[in-house]
């Protein structure tokens, strides 16, 4: 109690003497500065919790840079041929995002955001080593939780529609684990752009 | 099409054995050999022993001889499909010579075979039709026991035997034959590209074939992926999934008029998969995303009144109805996995029915069985099991050859079809309900997810 007491004492002084100090020089202004608190209080959380940052990040950039051009200038056929946006991968019988899932949902959200015009169709696809019914359910979950993911990092839901093809359009015909591993997966489609 | 011929003992004791068909028969016993399995019953007698010659060609032409030919193996194919009647081989009856006409049939020679029945018809051109004409005698009174007429023409002389098939089948054992049922199934036979992707995507569209796999059609013409038909009760239309408006929605065939109806319809109707026909055929059960989760909704034949029959997060598809129309089965992985659950057809009661694995595509069979088939996975693929309703035991149907998925019942419950990868690429198989006489429907591209016409 006696070790706080000066403490405290010493507190109370320090920020009295600094609104004196304030107050001394411009009576009138010091009061009007607290209000505009927004700038303090986007400093404030950018020092404890940096995951924000890199979602901002692709904001900045320009829309239009000039060596951009080849994607913008592509036609739909040859931009998808070239998969700009990457496919996510699943395990067996599970529409749950990976880690890496998620790196490869971030950066196609990065370049949603750079291409605001594109439309995209988030497509779930499935292994042959589920039922060509059931599956038809499973792709749907795979292909909404990749939509679900993009959705929360800001890119608009209404640009993103989901389709299942279950296990109709294999990407790998083989039957062995690395077919199935690239087989089951959420892939993306630009519609229009 | 290569079909075996069941040896007379086999017959005969699988003929005993349907009616006891129904106590739990253990697992292991449908792998042996069915001569040991089986008992001969002594109820009724024996069975009779038939014998079928070559019909008679009235007309002098080579196309009469050839439409004999053809109705008399067909109709040994369709007689032995259902293993209810006894054939007696053959070729033990060779040097019997063959009638001329009804009047000439050399009874005692028949008799000599120990023969009970048999099978004489004729067919004859009458102006540009053909008259098929059949007797079954009894060969002891030399009377005719079952006879019947039929006129048509000669561009499908397979029809004449499905139809006499059906009806000898009616008259002598009380049964209703599939000799005139049709499959119908999905395949991407042709090869044809789907429009508007980079990837080599293959489409699909609905096929239908007789019973038997011959006279394979097309009868979709959608560009895209049309897949998992299903029969109307009248035979008349097929409802599937079809990927022509982008999503997976409901469309219904009429396959004699020519027309397409679109059960679901609208930007906020989801994922829409899988259509099963109420047993009147006034109603489609099917799964949809339309409430954000697959779900199972009921809808009428024309999209309206549609209602929503479960409430869960996890996934409910393929719904399959009772016969009596009162009952919904599907698959649900509300428990972890997919499993087949029953749901009265008012939403009420629901009960979960099995606990493997991994289990889809329920298939109700007809009376007087009351079964679910479905697939289970075993191993690295799936296997058709059967659950009997009553006993609440599991039978399995196949044994990994290849993986064996979408089960559907004959519309008499007595056979299933089903896919199966035991040749290579997916193919469309029918077998027995014991899983035996297994046959392969189709042989080119990749068959699936077949129905059968009830």
Redesign the interface.
Known sequence: MRAARPMQMLIALLSLTTAVACGAKKPPIARPMPPPVPPTNTAAPSRPPAPPEPVVEPIIVPPEPVRDDAISAASLDDLNRSSPLKAVFYELDSSELSAEGQRILDQNAALLKRYPNWTVTVEGHCDERGTAEYNLALGERRAIAARAYLVSLGIPADRLRTVSYGKEFPFDPGHDEAAFAKNRRAHFVITAK | MTKSIIPGVLAIALLAAWPHAQPPPPPAATQQPSEVEVTISGEGGAAPRLALPEFIALSPDAETAAIAKSVTQVLWDDLNFERELLFIPRDTYATIPRATSFADVPFDRWRELNADGLIVGTVQKVGTTVKVEMRLFNVRSRQSAFARQYDGTAANPRLFAHTMSDEIHKSQRALNGVARSKLTFDSDRDGER?GG???N?SI?EIYISDYDGENQRRVTVGKT?N??PRWSPDGRSIAY?S?RR???NIFISNIFQGTLDEVTKGDKVG?N??PAWSPDGTRVAF?S?RDGN?EIYVANRDGSNVRRLTNHPG?D??PTWSPSGTQIAF?S?RGG??QIYVIGADGLNLSKKTSEG?C??PSWSAAPFNEIAF?SRSG???DIKVLDLTTGTTHVLTFGEG?N??PAFSPNGRHLVF?STRSGKAQVFTMARDGKNVRQITRSGNN??PDWSK
Do not use: C, H, N
């Open positions: 789907m992707t980079v990837q995507r699909k992926l897949i998992a999934t990927y982008g999503g997976a994922e998969w899988l799964s995303t697959p996934i598809i393929t698959t992985d996995t997919p991994y889809d595509r697939a690295p693929g799936f993986t998925e979408s896919t699936e997810k």
